[in-house]
C-alpha cells in the first residue's frame, strides 16, 4: 500500500471511530470539553504509533502464542510514560481524564492496530499507521468535544464563545448519550458522503 | 366541487415529470388531508378497512381536546380568573403558541423528509404535535418547544425510518430532551403555570411536602397547578372511553398500566421504605396529580412503541405504572416519573415481546411432543 493512503485512509475512509466503530467508551467519557478530549486524543496517537512501531520492529524474532502478552507490556508502558507525563506537565488535565488515560490500555484501536498491522508490516508503515489511526481518532474526539462544550457550556477551550449573545446552556449535551447521538449524526454525515459505505 | 376540480386541475404539475413534480408528496398530503384518496394498493396484501393512519389519528385528536379544554380553562382559573370563558379565553391565548410552534416546527421537518426520501407524508405527527404542548409547562419559551420537538422529530423518528419505525415515543422524547437539557426551565420553582405567576406543579409539591394542598375534587378535575394535559384527571378519562370505544388504544396496557401503579402506590403506602416525602401516601394520589393518568392513557398505548402480544402489554403496562410510582417514591430528582418510566419500557418492549413469543414457540413445541 502507498504510504500516503497509508496515512490518509485511516483519517477519513476507513475512520477506526466511525467507520470501524471502535474506542467509543472513551469517546463518551471524555468529550465533554475540548481540553481534555484534544489531549486524550494526543495520548491515544502518541500509544498508537509507538506500540505500532516497537511491535513492528519485534514482529520477526516473536514467537506467535505469546504475542498478545508482549503487545500488552509494550502498550502498558508506553500508556504509563503518557500518564506520567500528563501529571507531571498538566496536572488539572490529568486530573479530568482521571481513569481513561489509564484504559488506553484496553483501547480496541491500539491493539487493533498492532494485530492487524504492525505484525505483518516494515516499521516505518507501521509507524505511520497507528500515528493515522490515532489522529483519526483524535479528529472525532474533538470533532464531538467542540459541539458538546460549544452548546453545553457556552465556551470552547474555556472562552466564551456563546454566553455573550443571551445563550442558554443544554445540559443535555455534558451527558454522556449526546456524545452518542452527536457520534451518531456524524456516522450518518459520513456515511450520506461515502455511498460505498452503507449497507445494502 | 370547485375545490375537487381546482385539485385535479393542478395535479399533473405535481405528478412525476410535472414542473413542480419534486414537490409530489406535499401536494398528497395535502390532497389526502383534504379528499379519500381514490387509488388503490397495486400489489401485495390488501386490507379492506376504512380504519387508516390518518383516522386512527384524528380520533386520538379528538380525545384529547377534552384535556386540552379543561387544562386550558385550568390556566385562566390559576391565573385568579373564576368565570368560565373569560378564563378559557385567557389560557387559549397563552397556550396557542406553542400548539402552533409544535405544530409547524414538526410538519415543517416531516415535509422535508418526506420530500428528500419520496415518501408519502404520514400522519403520525398530527397527534405528537399536540403532546408536545400538553406535557411541557403552560408558558415553556417557544424556542424550547422548537428544539425539543425538532430534536424528538429528527433523532427519535426520522433516523429510525419515519412513522411506525420509532423505538421511543416522540412527544415524550421532546419532552425529555427539554427536562434533561433545560432542567431549570422545566421543573421547580421557577416553572410557570400561568403568566407571570411562577410555582412548583402540584406534583412536585406533593413530592417535596408529602402533602395534598388540594381537595381530591379539584385534583380530579383538574384546577390544580401543572402543565396542560396532566392536570385533569376526569378529561383524560373521558379521552380514554373515546379510545377504548373506537378500539384505537389497547385496554390491557391502559388497565395494567392503573394496576401496576396502584399496587406499588399501596405498596409504598403501607410498607414504607424510602424515606422522601412522597412516601406514604394514599396510594391513589399518584394516579390524580402529574402526568401519570396522561401518560397511562395517551402515550403508554402508542400502538408503536408498546409491546405487541396481548401476553407482553399486560406486562409492559404493569411495568410502566410501577416504574413511574418507583421513581417518584425513591428518586426526588425525578418528581415525573412516568416520562421516565415510559421511555425505559419503550426500549423493553421488543424484548418482552421476544420472550412471550419464544415462550409461546416452546409451549407450542411441548404439545406437540406429547400428542407423539
Excluded at chain 2, 388540594?214 to 378535575?221: H, P, R
Aim: aromatic share 12%; with cysteine.
Amino acid at each position: 500500500m502507498k504510504l500516503s493512503k497509508n496515512f490518509t485512509n485511516p483519517l477519513a475512509a476507513n475512520n477506526p471511530v466511525i467507520v470501524q466503530i471502535l474506542g467509543i467508551c472513551s469517546a463518551l467519557a471524555v468529550t465533554v470539553k475540548l481540553e481534555p478530549a484534544l489531549v486524550m486524543g494526543l495520548s491515544v496517537t502518541f500509544v498508537c504509533a509507538f506500540s505500532n512501531l516497537i511491535m513492528s520492529l519485534l514482529r520477526n524474532g516473536l514467537p506467535s502464542r505469546i504475542r498478545i502478552i508482549v503487545q500488552l507490556v509494550v502498550i502498558a508502558t508506553l500508556v504509563i510514560v503518557v500518564d506520567q507525563v500528563l501529571r507531571a506537565y498538566m496536572y488539572d488535565v490529568s486530573k479530568q481524564l482521571s481513569v481513561y488515560v489509564g484504559l488506553i490500555i484496553t483501547n480496541c484501536i491500539v491493539m487493533g492496530r498492532v494485530e492487524a498491522f504492525a505484525l505483518g508490516n516494515k516499521p516505518w508503515d507501521s509507524f505511520v499507521d497507528g500515528l493515522a489511526n490515532g489522529l483519526g481518532y483524535a479528529f472525532i474526539l474533538v470533532l464531538v468535544a467542540f459541539f458538546r462544550e460549544l452548546f453545553g457550556s457556552g465556551t470552547l477551550f474555556g472562552f466564551d464563545v456563546l454566553a455573550r449573545f443571551g445563550y442558554t446552556n443544554n445540559a443535555l449535551m455534558l451527558f454522556p448519550p449526546m456524545a452518542l447521538i452527536i457520534i451518531g449524526c456524524i456516522i450518518w454525515v459520513h456515511r450520506s458522503i461515502n455511498k460505498d459505505l452503507q449497507e445494502k | 366541487m370547485g375545490l375537487r376540480k381546482f385539485v385535479d386541475k393542478i395535479k399533473p404539475t405535481f405528478s412525476e415529470g410535472g414542473k413542480l413534480g419534486f414537490l409530489h408528496s406535499t401536494f398528497e398530503g395535502f390532497e389526502t388531508f383534504l379528499y379519500v384518496p381514490n387509488t388503490t394498493t397495486k400489489r401485495g396484501a390488501h386490507v379492506r378497512d376504512c380504519n387508516d393512519i390518518k383516522r386512527v389519528m384524528i380520533v386520538v385528536v379528538l380525545a384529547l381536546i377534552p384535556t386540552m379544554l379543561v387544562g386550558m380553562y385550568n390556566v385562566g382559573y390559576q391565573h385568579g380568573i373564576t368565570a368560565i370563558l373569560p378564563a378559557f379565553w385567557y389560557g387559549f391565548v397563552e397556550t396557542l403558541p406553542t400548539i402552533i410552534v409544535s405544530y409547524v416546527t414538526g410538519l415543517a421537518i416531516e415535509f422535508a423528509f418526506a420530500q428528500k426520501r419520496k415518501h408519502e407524508i404520514n400522519e403520525g405527527f398530527l397527534v405528537t404535535g399536540l403532546l408536545i404542548p400538553l406535557v411541557m409547562p403552560v408558558t415553556v419559551p417557544l424556542w424550547i418547544v422548537a428544539l425539543s420537538t425538532a430534536f424528538a422529530v429528527i433523532i427519535g423518528k426520522e433516523v429510525f425510518g419515519g412513522t411506525g419505525m420509532n423505538v421511543f415515543n416522540p412527544a415524550l422524547l421532546a419532552r425529555a430532551f427539554a427536562f434533561f437539557a433545560y432542567t431549570p426551565q422545566m421543573s421547580g420553582e421557577a416553572v410557570w403555570y400561568a403568566d407571570g405567576k411562577t410555582g412548583a406543579t402540584a406534583l412536585e409539591q406533593l413530592a417535596s411536602t408529602g402533602e395534598m394542598q388540594w381537595s381530591v375534587m379539584d385534583a380530579f378535575i383538574g384546577l390544580i397547578p401543572g402543565s396542560l394535559g396532566e392536570t385533569s384527571t376526569a378529561a383524560i378519562l373521558l379521552g380514554a372511553v373515546i379510545l377504548l370505544f373506537t378500539g384505537v388504544a389497547s385496554w390491557r396496557i391502559m388497565l395494567s398500566v392503573f394496576l401496576g401503579g396502584l399496587a406499588f402506590g399501596y405498596l409504598f403506602e403501607f410498607v414504607g421504605v424510602a424515606d422522601t416525602a412522597i412516601d406514604g401516601i394514599p396510594a391513589y394520589y399518584h394516579l390524580l396529580v402529574g402526568g401519570f393518568a396522561f401518560g397511562a392513557v395517551f402515550m403508554a398505548t402508542d400502538p408503536v412503541t408498546s409491546a405487541q402480544t396481548n401476553t407482553g402489554k399486560w406486562i409492559y403496562g404493569f411495568m410502566v405504572g410501577a416504574l413511574a410510582v418507583l421513581i417518584r417514591v425513591i428518586n426526588p430528582a425525578y418528581p415525573e416519573g412516568m416520562m421516565l418510566s415510559i421511555l425505559f419500557m419503550n426500549a423493553l418492549a421488543p424484548l418482552i415481546d421476544y420472550f412471550v413469543v419464544e415462550r409461546n414457540i416452546a409451549r407450542r413445541k411441548k404439545l406437540i411432543k406429547n400428542v407423539k
